[in-house]
């Protein structure tokens, strides 16, 4: 159950980072803390879309699935259910692997580090493993 | 379980706060005043032209596309000048970058402008930048806005974004600035007319005076 918890805290962690993002791309937020300059320069690159869609808000549609997800994980009549720790463990899969993907762009083809996607990032990762861990845990039946 | 949800409300509610903050601070740099200028700096370029080689004055116009008395210009005064001066062959307009510091997007609009440029098309660009200005009202990031004039400017968006990604002519601009700097410009837009700062209240009248008073007086050229 702890583990599940602190999914749920990193998913709304990662839900505010990503909804800061996501307001600075529609131009709600005129500018972007961030100290470097880096976080502009990868906001206002092309990656910063995809297909059309900024990726800040393919983070908090992730984050927020996260996060609902993990709320209803951490119910005591859900506290054990394997459909849980499977969607929670395909969830973060997916996460982790487009924050892959987006960490390659910065550092590979921008050559900027934006520190907000830093820290999603992290935060990504640590979702990751605990949802891992969560899934290896004791197989239980579905109730 | 009690303890989780106030721990839960505690990080949202910080975590708001610190967005809400965080969106109230000073402004940063833009992207193309922040990162490091591109290793092809100045290039040696003097800025896009419109009007024939062979006209017998130029006017250099030092401009910022984010300052509204520039955009008042380029879309009030411009279209005569364009008609009575550039277009009967009397005047060669040269625009060169100026964006001001104190403007958060001017440099990227000038990016923009350039990157219309590499493609052949600097002054649609330019025309899309200052006839939609709004954009420099809101203080929001321009980027789609911009995007959206590359397309309406007819530009290929892929080398468009190539070009913004890699702010491939910030070393331009920047040599544009060092030059109008150089030159005493401290604000936009400043005229010169063959090279002599022009003090006069910048209208298309006083332009087409000046450009008739001096094509009395200047040879044509051979």
Known sequence: ?143 | MKGFYVLLAAVALIGGGVIWYGSRGAPVATPAASAPLPVAASDGFKGFTLGADSARIEVTEYSDFECPFCASFATVQMPVIREQLIATGKVRWRYRDFPLPSHQYSRYAALAAQCGGEQGKFWEMHDQLFTNHQWAQTGKNPRSLFRDFARAAGLDLDKYDACMDGQRYAGRIQASVQEGEALGVGGTPTFFVNGKRFDGHPTSDAFKSLVDSLTKQTKPRK
């Not at chain 1, 502009?40 to 092309?46: D, L, Y």
């Not at chain 1, 927020?64 to 394997?82: I, N, W």
């Not at chain 1, 487009?98 to 979702?127: D, G, K, N, P, Q």
């Open chain 1, 1 to 143: 159950m702890r583990r599940r918890q602190t999914i749920v805290v990193l998913a709304l962690l990662g839900l505010l980072v990503a909804t800061y993002l996501w307001l600075y791309k529609i131009g709600v937020i005129g500018v972007l803390q961030c100290g470097t300059g880096g976080c502009e320069a990868v906001q206002a690159s092309r990656y910063a879309e995809l297909f059309g869609v900024p990726v800040a808000f393919v983070g908090v549609a992730g984050y927020a699935l996260l996060l609902g997800v993990g709320l209803v994980g951490v119910q005591p009549a859900f506290a054990t259910d394997r459909r849980v720790e499977l969607a929670l463990a395909a969830l973060a899969t997916a996460g982790f692997g487009f924050t892959l993907y987006l960490t390659a762009i910065e550092l590979l083809v921008l050559h900027a580090i934006c520190r907000w996607c830093v820290a999603s990032a992290v935060i990504m990762t640590a979702t990751w493993v605990l949802s891992l861990a969560d899934l290896r845990r004791t197989p239980s039946a579905t109730p």
